[in-house]
């Protein structure tokens, strides 16, 4: 089993930035495949960013490209996603997910939440205008 367990949500202006933390446990960091998830309320569960165990290959949606950047520090178990120039439209809880040793063949791939099957409790994120 992984615990996944997110911080850093709050409440920030448009225009503003935030860090998301996601610390993990119960496997080795080192071999998990990680992303980050967005859910407003009403809509699906959407792929942000992900990374790769090694850390050597990262995916993001078109949504956040150049404005959000997904990173890892596996000597801490933690993932992180950094979030600049937020917009209103990126209000939603953002969710922390894990996968073992998958090598993933496309971005929607990477991005899709049937992929992962070890999911964090969320952090919200607001963003007023």
């Known amino acids: 089993q992984v615990q996944l367990v997110e911080s850093g949500g709050g409440l920030v202006q448009s225009g503003g930035s935030l860090k998301l933390s996601c610390a993990a446990s119960g496997k080795t960091f080192s071999e998990l495949s990680m992303a980050w998830f967005q859910q407003a309320p009403g809509k699906e569960r959407e792929g942000v960013a992900s990374?790769?165990?090694?850390?050597?290959?990262?995916y993001y949606a078109d949504s956040v490209k150049g404005r959000f950047t997904i990173s890892r520090e596996n000597a801490k178990n933690t993932l992180y996603l950094q979030m600049d120039g937020l917009k209103p439209e990126d209000t939603a809880m953002y969710y922390c997910?894990?996968?073992?040793?998958?090598?993933?063949?496309?971005?929607?791939?990477?991005?899709?939440?049937?992929?992962?099957?070890?999911w964090g409790q969320g952090t919200q994120v607001t963003v007023s205008s």
């Open positions: 990374i790769t165990w090694s850390g050597g290959t990262t």
């Open positions: 997910a894990a996968v073992l040793w998958t090598p993933f063949m496309t971005t929607a791939e990477a991005l899709g939440a049937s992929s992962y099957n070890y």
